[in-house]
């Protein structure tokens, strides 16, 4: 198959481009009612672990583990945001940004009797008075990957009872905070969680067997299904979904057998998480790819899995190239020469677009979609007071478009999210690799708004302005 280089651009010179940014005149993007806005994640932003009753999460316990985490880094200040949120939270109203999706830390909210702590319970309140006070639509995440060690010391999310904790702190986030929260995500991607933190070990809390990442899965959902309900008694007015992370397969060759390759890669990435959700059922080709790895699933599990929701939350990052691994599954094959970010992630807008209209054909009760999380890793540096971070603003731009095509194809996407909102800690990666469209600097906690940033304020603002 012939390599796509339509995709590459010279990602030096976007900037000289008369503007690089704003979308053009016929974009959806220019609707007021399409949220654009940023996101961030506790354990990523706030620091502050042992502060204020704050219990260890697993993230703690892995970054603290040699070898865990890119040049040892943890989160123990990261973006010092715990101290920080007041002058955080006007730079992102100063953007112009409409929207902003941030986590709740798990461990700093409830003890392990269930007990709530109230010093962390007001800090989220503060946080979220303020966001209100500046007229930002709030998206809450209730957990991204920060799980409160005394969980995994029994089990982690390999014990069903994890599922009825989350569903209990469920219960209490969303009696603490009615009112104040626009829009309820019970988890963030649960594909990460489950494979990479049980499946290959590349996460916390870093255990790697195959059986154990379909378990967690199916506990992670479980978790999902059993708090809808308890979100919606409690907080009637907002909006319950739920986060997941989609990936892209093409194949390498136009084989049968290379095709295959590509679908099985889907069926892992996006459908064992959104059939289950969406269907009510796992996607019966899991199991040609994971022999013998399924998990146990108790009467009554796949009912409550599938509550209906308000939105699906959408994370999307890059596409794989594969093809067929000679037996049941796939392998990857990095294309050459296509343009790609500080992860070593390809650059490829058209996956997302593919994937929605996909998706949308896939599912006949596809709820309302907004893209929680687009953005990209660059080694941005502050010269002369500037970050010029030309690849992220074209990256952007690009993706935005990707997202209009679909709206255009007749997916509703009603808002999109910047990840990140500043740079932060990247999980396994630390600190090295820099999501934000703001700058943070380690050493001073100086906050240096990129051009990407720039330019989004500048549409924004623009667009606030038209009649
Ligand atoms: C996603 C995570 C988010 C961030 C981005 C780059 O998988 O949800 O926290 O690390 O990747």
Same mark, same amino acid.
């Given at each position: 198959?012939?390599?796509?280089?339509?995709?590459?651009?010279?990602?030096?010179?976007?900037?000289?481009?008369?503007?690089?940014?704003?979308?053009?005149?016929?974009?959806?993007?220019?609707?007021?009612?399409?949220?654009?806005?940023? %996101?961030?994640?506790?354990?990523?932003?706030?620091? %502050?672990?042992?502060?204020?009753?704050?219990?260890?999460?697993?993230?703690?316990?892995?970054?603290?583990?040699?070898? !865990?985490?890119?040049?040892?880094?943890?989160?123990?200040?990261?973006?010092?945001?715990?101290?920080?949120?007041?002058?955080?939270?006007?730079?992102?109203?100063?953007?112009?940004?409409?929207?902003?999706?941030?986590?709740?830390? @798990?461990?700093?909210?409830?003890? &392990?009797?269930?007990?709530?702590?109230?010093?962390?319970?007001?800090?989220?309140?503060?946080?979220? &008075?303020?966001? !209100?006070?500046?007229?930002?639509?709030?998206?809450?995440?209730?957990? #991204?990957?920060?799980?409160?060690?005394?969980?995994?010391?029994?089990?982690? @999310?390999?014990?069903?009872?994890?599922?009825?904790?989350?569903?209990?702190?469920?219960?209490?986030?969303?009696?603490?905070?009615?009112?104040?929260?626009?829009?309820?995500?019970?988890?963030?991607?649960? @594909?990460?969680?489950?494979?990479?933190?049980? =499946?290959?070990?590349?996460?916390?809390?870093?255990?790697?067997?195959?059986?154990?990442?379909?378990?967690?899965?199916?506990?992670?959902?479980?978790?999902?299904?059993?708090?809808?309900?308890?979100?919606?008694?409690?907080?009637?007015?907002?909006?319950?979904?739920?986060?997941?992370?989609?990936?892209?397969?093409?194949?390498?060759?136009?084989?049968?057998?290379?095709?295959?390759?590509?679908?099985?890669?889907?069926?892992? #990435?996006? &459908?064992?998480?959104?059939?289950?959700?969406?269907?009510?059922?796992?996607?019966?080709?899991?199991?040609?790819?994971?022999?013998?790895?399924?998990?146990?699933?108790?009467?009554?599990?796949?009912?409550?899995?599938?509550?209906?929701?308000?939105?699906?939350?959408?994370?999307?990052?890059?596409?794989?190239?594969?093809?067929?691994?000679?037996?049941?599954?796939?392998?990857?094959?990095?294309?050459?020469?296509?343009?790609?970010?500080?992860?070593? @992630?390809?650059?490829?807008?058209?996956?997302?677009?593919?994937?929605?209209?996909?998706?949308?054909?896939?599912?006949?009760?596809?709820?309302?979609?907004?893209?929680?999380?687009?953005?990209?890793?660059?080694?941005?540096?502050?010269?002369?007071?500037?970050?010029?971070?030309?690849?992220?603003?074209?990256?952007?731009?690009? #993706?935005?478009?990707?997202?209009?095509?679909?709206?255009?194809? =007749?997916?509703?996407?009603?808002?999109?999210?910047?990840?990140?909102?500043?740079?932060?800690?990247?999980?396994?990666? =630390?600190?090295?690799?820099?999501?934000?469209?703001?700058?943070?600097?380690?050493?001073?906690? !100086?906050?240096?708004? !990129?051009?990407?940033?720039?330019?989004?304020?500048?549409?924004?603002?623009?667009?606030?302005?038209?009649?």
């Amino acid at each position: 198959m012939a390599i796509d280089t339509s995709a590459v651009i010279d990602v030096t010179s976007p900037n000289t481009l008369a503007d690089p940014f704003t979308p053009p005149a016929d974009s959806s993007l220019w609707r007021k009612n399409f949220l654009l806005g940023a %996101a961030t994640a506790s354990y990523q932003i706030e620091g %502050a672990v042992n502060e204020d009753g704050r219990l260890p999460s697993i993230w703690d316990t892995f970054s603290a583990t040699p070898g !865990k985490v890119l040049a040892g880094d943890t989160g123990a200040v990261a973006c010092d945001h715990y101290h920080r949120w007041e002058a955080d939270i006007d730079m992102l109203a100063g953007l112009g940004l409409e929207g902003y999706r941030l986590s709740i830390a @798990w461990p700093r909210v409830m003890d &392990a009797s269930g007990a709530p702590n109230r010093k962390g319970i007001d800090f989220y309140k503060r946080l979220l &008075a303020r966001l !209100k006070e500046k007229g930002i639509t709030t998206f809450v995440t209730l957990y #991204h990957w920060d799980l409160p060690q005394y969980l995994e010391d029994r089990g982690g @999310w390999l014990n069903r009872d994890t599922a009825y904790r989350f569903a209990d702190y469920a219960d209490l986030m969303s009696r603490e905070l009615a009112g104040s929260v626009d829009a309820w995500a019970t988890l963030n991607e649960p @594909w990460c969680s489950a494979y990479l933190g049980y =499946g290959n070990g590349h996460h916390a809390p870093g255990l790697a067997d195959g059986r154990f990442a379909t378990q967690a899965m199916h506990h992670l959902l479980l978790a999902h299904g059993l708090a809808v309900p308890v979100l919606r008694a409690n907080d009637p007015g907002s909006q319950i979904g739920i986060v997941a992370n989609i990936g892209r397969g093409t194949a390498n060759s136009d084989s049968a057998a290379d095709q295959r390759a590509a679908h099985l890669f889907e069926v892992q #990435h996006n &459908a064992w998480i959104l059939d289950p959700l969406l269907k009510g059922a796992y996607p019966r080709d899991l199991w040609e790819l994971w022999p013998g790895t399924e998990p146990l699933v108790l009467d009554g599990d796949m009912k409550t899995i599938a509550a209906p929701l308000d939105f699906l939350g959408i994370n999307y990052y890059f596409r794989t190239n594969v093809e067929s691994d000679g037996a049941h599954g796939f392998r990857e094959v990095p294309l050459e020469g296509v343009e790609r970010t500080q992860m070593g @992630w390809e650059v490829y807008p058209d996956g997302l677009r593919d994937l929605l209209i996909g998706f949308k054909g896939a599912y006949g009760n596809l709820p309302p979609i907004y893209i929680t999380e687009n953005g990209m890793a660059s080694d941005d540096k502050v010269s002369d007071g500037r970050v010029d971070d030309a690849q992220r603003i074209s990256f952007l731009k690009r #993706h935005l478009a990707a997202v209009d095509q679909a709206i255009k194809a =007749g997916v509703e996407v009603r808002g999109y999210f910047l990840w990140s909102l500043m740079d932060n800690f990247e999980w396994a990666f =630390g600190y090295e690799r820099r999501f934000g469209v703001v700058h943070v600097d380690y050493s001073t906690q !100086k906050r240096t708004v !990129k051009r990407s940033a720039e330019l989004v304020s500048r549409f924004l603002k623009e667009r606030k302005a038209q009649v």
